[in-house]
């Protein structure tokens, strides 16, 4: 009633307490974390682009560049391939650079298309760890002359911890293949 002293009644149980458990802080980090997975698989990316130009026609490039057997006599760079290029297939592809040891794995070829394109697609153990799409773009610019354009995008966690010497020396790679292959392409069939 109203004037009484309520001062000898017992307090009621306090209400629920907002705190924070264990399980929910854990739940968080969790979260947080494949966030920033996510976003570093998204935007971690390097490319390597490089062009040549080729007193050949895209047809004689192509026959060069679709000549798997032969990429040892030639190729500084991808020193072989086994297998035909066929979109949907794979291929076992070995490259070497001076700066760094062989390493084979197997792309997927995404297109295969005379006289036009070769794309694939690779990976460095297991899928966006550290990915490749590889691709040759054979554009005629003029009778007989073809525009090689030779590019490469890394995605996936480790691209942004790759060291810069491996991108340099990989475009220096890049760039002894094109220059190989120009020289092929243009020596009398």
């Known amino acids: 009633m109203l004037g009484e002293d309520d001062s000898h009644r017992p307090k009621p149980p306090p209400g629920p307490r907002r705190r924070i458990s264990v399980g929910a802080i854990g739940f968080l980090v969790v979260v947080g974390a494949l966030a920033f997975v996510v976003m570093q698989t998204r935007l971690a990316y390097r490319v390597i682009e490089t062009t040549v130009d080729i007193d050949a026609t895209p047809a004689r490039v192509w026959r060069v560049l ?5 990429y040892g ?4 760079f991808i020193r072989s391939v086994v297998g035909e290029f066929e ?8 490259i070497a650079s001076p700066d760094f040891d062989a390493m084979s794995f197997e792309p997927v070829v995404l297109v295969a298309q005379p006289e036009r394109e070769l794309r694939w697609r690779g990976k460095f153990l297991v899928p966006g760890l550290f990915d490749g799409e590889h691709v040759f773009i054979l554009e005629e610019f003029a009778p ?7 590019a490469e995008k890394f ?10 010497s491996l ?15 120009k020289s092929r392409a243009e020596a009398p069939p």
């Open 167 to 181: 991108f340099a020396s990989t475009k220096a790679g890049f760039v002894a293949m094109n220059e190989a292959l």
């Open 87 to 94: 979109a949907g297939k794979s291929v076992k592809v070995t």
């Open 155 to 164: 995605t996936g966690l480790m691209v942004a911890f790759g060291p810069d």
């Open 144 to 150: 007989s002359k073809t525009r090689l354009h030779h």
């Open 66 to 70: 679709s000549d798997t057997a032969r």
């Open 73 to 76: 006599d030639w190729n500084p």
